[in-house]
Each structure stands twice: as C-alpha cells, then as structure tokens.
C-alpha cells in the first residue's frame, strides 16, 4: 500500500514507541500536522521552538527515553539550536525533526530555506537529509537507534516537503545494521582487571562519578561497588542523584563550586576511579595542577573522552552500567582489602567534610536562597524532580539539594543554557504527570522563556517554578564583585515584571514570599496546589555562592567567600 | 609531526564536510586533503594529511572514528605505506631554456599535457620528494601556476 511521506513519518515514530513529542507547526508540514491530528501520538505546542527542543530534553532526561521535537524549515529549525546543543553537551538522546523546503528549491535562498544540516553538524551526534520518501522509515529507525545507543545524543532528521508530500511503500528494516556505527558497549576484560589490582594498591581512593552513571541506569552497581570497597564518592553536576546524598561516604559536588571535602580529597587522593565522567574543566580547574599524585581510571563509553583533558592510566572503554557489574562480579570472589588503610582515609575525609561543609549565614533577616532550597529539599518527596535555570540558583541546588534518586536532576551542564530548567521541566512532568516537578530559576533565566507559562495554563501542567529573586543576573554579578572592582556592568533588574501578576495574566497562580518566616508556607501552598505555581521568592542580593576555585587555579585553591572589604553596597539602577 | 590519515567513509551527501568541519571545528590543521571513490561505489576513501603532536593525533582518530559514516580510520604514519601526489605545473620556456627544461621533465618522467609558444604545462606524479625536487629545478625558469591534487595513500600488503 502505497502512503505519503507524511503518513510514514507518524507511523515510524509509533512504532518507535513514541508517545508524546513537542513541536511547533509551518507552511512545510502542513502535511505532516495533518497526519499527526488524531494519530494518538501527543502532541505538545510550546510557544517556542526553543522551548520544544528542551521539553524534548527533559523528558528524555527524566525518562531514559529518546526526545523528540519537531520545527518547521527556517526559522523554526534554527530556533531549535540553543536546545540541540544544549542536548549535545549533555549526551541527551534526541530525534530532532525539521522541515525543509523541496528537493529541488534547496539551495536557491528559497523563502524559510536555513541549511540546518550544516548550522547544526557540530552540535548533533548525526543527521540525515531525506531525499527519497521510501528512505524515511530507515532513517528514523536509524535515527532513535543512534540517539540512544553508544554515547547518546540528538540526532537531526531534515524533512523537505516533496519528500513529506511523495508516496511509497511503508518499508521498515527487520533491524539496524549501519556500517561506522558500532559502539562499544562492553569492556575490555583485561582492563577491567587492572583496575581491581589498582584498587588494591591505593591507599586513598576516591569515586568520581558524573553523568554517565545516570545515562546507562547504573547507580544501583555504583551504590555497591562504593560500599564493597569503602571509597568515598563525588558527583559531577549531572552525576548528582547517581549515587544517594544521604550516604555516609557520598561527599557532594566536586569542581568549581563543589564542596571543599569533595576537592580536597580529589587532590590529596593517590587514585581516581572516573566512572561516565568527563573531567570537564569546571571540575578540574587548572589540569596541571590537577590531583598531582593520582594514579587514574577511566571508565566510559565514548573512547574519545579518555586522556582528552588529563592522562589516563587505565582505561576502560564501555558500558558503565556494564562494567560496574562485573567489577561487582569478580570481586565478590576475594576478600575485601579495606580495613585499616582505608579506614583512616575515609576519617581523614570526614575531617575535612566537618571543617568547611556548605554553610551560609542562619541568622540573617533576609531571606538565604539557600535555605529556600534547604527547606525545599525537606518538603518535597524524595522523588520529586528538580529542574535548574543557570547561574547561582544552580550551584545552590546542586550544593543544598538532597538528590538520592537518579534522573531528579535535570540541568544544563556542558552549555549552562539559560532559559533551560522551565521548558525542560514542562518535558518531565508530561513524562511523569504524578510527580512533583520543580524549576528552580534566577529571575534573569526565567525571562529567556517565561511565554510557556502559556503552555502550562494550557495542558493545567501541574509544573511549580520557583524564582529566586535577587534583581540581578547573580552569577554574573558574583563576577563582577568578586574581579571586576564590583563594577555591575548590565546585570543590575531594575526592570524586572511583577511575576506574580505576569503568572495571573496566563492564569498560572502565583505566590510571592518576602518575609523568611512565610518561606515554609509558601513552598508547601506550591507543593500542594493542584495545578500549576509561579512562586517567587525575594532573597538576598548579596548572597554568593561559595567555596569557589577561581578560573585557571587549582581545585584546591578555593575560596571561601568574597573579601568584604572590596565590595560595594548593592544598589538597585533605576 | 607530519601525519597521514587515510579515512574510508560511505560515499553519502555531507560526509566530507562533517570530516573536514571535525578539524575545523577544534582548530585543527590540514595540510592536505584528497578524496574519490574505492572499487566500492558505496566508499570512498579520504587522505589527510595533518600535523600535531601525538595527542592531537589521538583525538583526530577518536573523533573520526565517532562519526557515523566513517567505516575506517588508520593513521598510516607509523605502517608501511605508499602515497603520491599529482601535480600540474605551467612552467615559462624561454627559446633557449626549452632544452633543459625538457630534459629535467625527462628525468623526472613527467609528461607534458601542454604546449603554448611560450610555455609548458607538465603532469608530475610522485611522492612529496620528488615533487618538490622537481618544482626547485624549474622554479628558475619562471612558474607561471601551479595545482596540486594533495597526497593519496595506501597501506602496503605484508
Ligand atoms: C543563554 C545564556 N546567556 C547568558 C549566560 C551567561 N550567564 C550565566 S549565569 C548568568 C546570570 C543568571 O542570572 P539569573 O537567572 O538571575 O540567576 P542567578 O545567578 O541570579 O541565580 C548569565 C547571564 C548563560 N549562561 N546563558
């Protein structure tokens, strides 16, 4: 039988299992919209292309499952880019879908004609240009097996319209079978020992987990190795919710604004087991001074992430989840090596977790965004999922934020995309619709993508954002206070909406706390209330976020908060 | 250090581009850059020819390795291999020049693709040596342009 493009297309996403999908409609997908009206796959209109592409995000963060998001040629395809690159950095699976003007007109600046292919070649892990429609089922089918396997990314599908508009035959291959394409999912058995003999012959070992563990569901192998062998653990950004905050030989954060046990026992540690991490810069700081007497492991999936930033002793190319079983395997055979070596690490660990943990100041009369999120952390349930905007609302959720279950940390962390967290929680909550799901947001962040307060009025999304107002682009601001003399160069809000109305104006409730007494009560009423919450919240706009390892400097090198003397008086530019 | 990269790839839309923008992207050098089909239609093979120090090396590899369409990476530098070079070189001919430059053609066994009443246009195919030697010998006379088809490579059979 013979079908149009469109109609292909709609049938191989059903039969790739997809549910739900975000996209945003346009004169070459008519075809397409009309296919996708009463098909059964949901789906979900952003008032943003931008906001598609991170709702896609989200809710394959949130899930495990390919995203997937769709924009029309031209402006709606190049909308889409902050998204799919913010998916990139983050190894996010997703089949991004474009339309594209005939096969025929491509090439000649036709109207809403944008080479997608070649705008977003560095930012997608690969991408297809259809020319036949009878290629289509294929290449979608390639297109989920590639976003998801391996190291997962987004993956672009670029539809023109004679294709979409073509007939064929509804022709899907039994299986997947491309060529350059076959990751290497497990590793090298005798690596794998090597790393059970360096085990043995460190005496100050250290995990360093990142998102990877998250990535291949392998907090469970995680969790036993660590205990096996007693070695404390440190989380990237995206590693946190990968190994639970509440355990006795979880350190936090480590990297810029990690917790300065975590730092300190990277630096002072004579073993690094990095398991799906990626030694980002954020995390090493200055490389040459990076752990100068660490032996160090490598386990990952993408070959090319090994001896990339720092070199590598013993490398192990694969599957995390996969490799952590059979470390657990062939361990499980001999005696544990700990006892008093390791025991005297681990306190000496412990002393430096209780001389400097996360602080702030309790007794102040303002309101401490990190106690907002302390407070937060208590009231919600533990499965509850927390997005991020980026800048100091993100650091302090990373730091004061108890995350004990995988995928509850959703958060742009290779790019830092602000106006991320609120689309991105939009993709959870349809993804979990019982969940509590929280955007936690700077006011300057929020506004990159605040129009989808329409879409959350729309769908009655029970999605709760939480602003942490502190009129200013805060990090930023941190900055300019902490090496630019405190000259607030364009990060001053003096021209911030009133969010509480604006969230009225779309019909979304809104809240606003100003005294730190009414804190709980706000944050239960957003936690309670049955449908969707603006709750904004006026903090200190002073507050920093801190320990801090300068840019360039060595991890260990932190410092512990600005030097009053320096600082100006905030003052609010009308 | 000079390296030579033989790359074998499908023989799709945008795969060159996706090659050459992998080195462009992270500041990566080419020196030189040839591309055409293997006996396989559906293949083609690229040569690269770039420099950096082992590590640059290392992650040129694992990074074209990553790349859908790539079937094949080797980075022939340390193996056994042949390449050559084709160049066309239109070279000035003075009456009383012509001789010598004939016979230095000759001794290169190059060919000569051209002729105009002031000059002459020679094929040249031969490693990087050869066809630098010869471009030394005739610059003399006055090269009036040159093209250059980059390296090819092989690896030899043991
Ligand atoms: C799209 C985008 N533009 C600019 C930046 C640079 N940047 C990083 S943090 C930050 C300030 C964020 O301010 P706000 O959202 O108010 O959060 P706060 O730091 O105050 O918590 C800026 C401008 C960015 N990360 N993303």
């Known amino acids: ?574 | 250090m000079k390296h030579t990269i033989s790359i074998t790839v499908e023989n799709r839309f945008g795969v060159l581009s996706r090659v050459v923008g992998l080195f462009s992207g992270r500041g990566f050098n080419i020196d030189s850059l040839s591309v055409g089909e293997t006996i396989d239609p559906e293949i083609s093979r690229i040569t690269i020819v770039t420099r950096g120090d082992d590590r640059i090396i290392e992650q040129v590899t694992k990074q074209l390795h990553k790349l859908v369409d790539v079937i094949k990476v080797i980075d022939l530098t340390d193996l056994n291999f042949v390449d050559r070079e084709l160049i066309l070189i239109k070279v000035s001919a003075a009456e009383k020049a012509k001789a010598e430059i004939l016979r230095i053609n000759e001794i290169f066994r190059g060919k000569i693709v051209d002729v105009s009443p002031a000059s002459y246009t020679f094929e040249v195919t031969g490693d990087e040596e050869k066809i630098e030697a010869f471009l030394k010998l005739v610059k003399p006379f006055g090269v009036k342009d040159v093209s250059r088809t980059g390296k090819v490579a092989i690896s030899r059979e043991m």
């Open chain 1, 1 to 574: 039988m013979q079908m149009t493009g469109d109609q292909i297309l709609v049938q191989s996403l059903k039969d790739e299992g997809v549910d739900i999908m975000f996209g945003y409609p346009g004169g070459v997908l008519l075809g397409l919209y009309d296919a996708l009206f009463n098909s059964g796959i949901k789906h979900v209109l952003p008032k943003h292309e931008q906001a598609a592409a991170h709702a896609a995000d989200g809710y394959a963060r949130s899930t495990g499952k390919v995203g997937v998001v769709l924009a029309t040629s031209g402006p709606g395809a190049t909308n889409l880019i902050t998204g799919v690159a913010t998916a990139f950095m983050d190894s996010v699976p997703l089949v991004v879908l474009t339309g594209q003007v005939s096969t025929h007109m491509i090439g000649g600046d036709a109207f809403q004609e944008a080479d997608i292919i070649g705008i977003t070649r560095p930012i997608t892990k690969h991408s297809y240009l259809v020319t036949k429609t009878e290629d289509i089922a294929r290449i979608v089918q390639e297109a989920f097996h590639i976003a998801g396997t391996g190291r997962p990314g987004p993956v672009l599908i670029d539809l023109p319209k004679d294709v979409l508009t073509g007939k064929a035959k509804y022709n899907r291959p039994k299986s997947v079978n491309i060529r350059g394409y076959k990751p290497k999912v497990e590793g090298h058995s005798g690596q794998i020992k090597r790393v059970l003999t360096e085990i043995k012959k460190a005496k100050k070992a250290v995990i360093y987990a990142g998102g990877g563990v998250i990535l291949s569901g392998a907090s469970a192998e995680l969790l036993k190795f660590a205990e096996y062998n007693q070695i404390p653990v440190t989380n990237t950004l995206l590693g946190l919710g990968g190994f639970p905050a509440d355990h006795p030989l979880f350190l936090g954060m480590l990297g810029m604004h990690g917790a300065y046990v975590a730092n300190m026992t990277i630096h002072e540690s004579d073993l690094i087991l990095a398991i799906g991490a990626r030694f980002d810069d954020r995390v090493t700081g200055n490389v040459a001074k990076f752990a100068p007497n660490a032996r160090v492991v490598h386990i990952d999936i993408d070959p090319s992430a090994i001896s990339k930033n720092i070199v590598v002793h013993v490398p192990v190319v694969g599957d995390v989840k996969g490799v952590l079983t059979e470390l657990n395997r062939l361990q499980k055979k001999e005696e544990p090596v700990w006892g008093e070596i390791r025991q005297s690490w681990l306190d000496h660990v412990r002393r430096w977790s209780e001389e400097r943990p996360f602080s702030y100041d309790k007794d102040t009369k303002q309101i401490k965004p990190q106690y907002v999120i302390e407070r937060l952390s208590e009231l919600a349930p533990k499965d509850a999922i927390i997005t991020t905007e980026v800048g100091q609302n993100q650091m302090w959720t990373a730091q004061f934020y108890n995350f004990t279950k995988p995928r509850t940390l959703l958060s742009s962390g290779g790019l830092g995309t602000m106006g991320y967290g609120f689309p991105a929680a939009m993709g959870a909550q349809f993804a979990n619709p019982d969940k509590l799901v929280v955007d936690i947001a700077g006011d300057g962040s929020i506004q990159m993508n605040i129009q989808e307060l329409a879409t959350i009025a729309q769908y009655n999304l029970p999605v709760k954002i939480l602003i942490l107002n502190n009129c200013f682009l805060g990090m930023v601001r941190q900055w300019q206070e902490l090496f630019y003399g405190a000259r607030y160069s364009s990060t001053c809000l003096a021209s911030n909406p009133d969010f509480v109305r604006i969230a009225e104006a779309y019909g979304v409730k809104g809240i606003k706390v100003e005294d730190k007494k009414d804190v709980d009560a706000g944050l239960i009423e957003m936690i309670n209330h049955d449908g969707p919450v603006l709750l904004e919240v006026m903090v200190d706009r002073e507050e920093g976020v801190y320990p801090m390892v300068p840019a360039g400097a060595a991890s260990s090198d932190m410092i512990f908060g600005p030097n009053k003397k320096d600082t100006k008086k905030l003052k609010v530019v009308k």
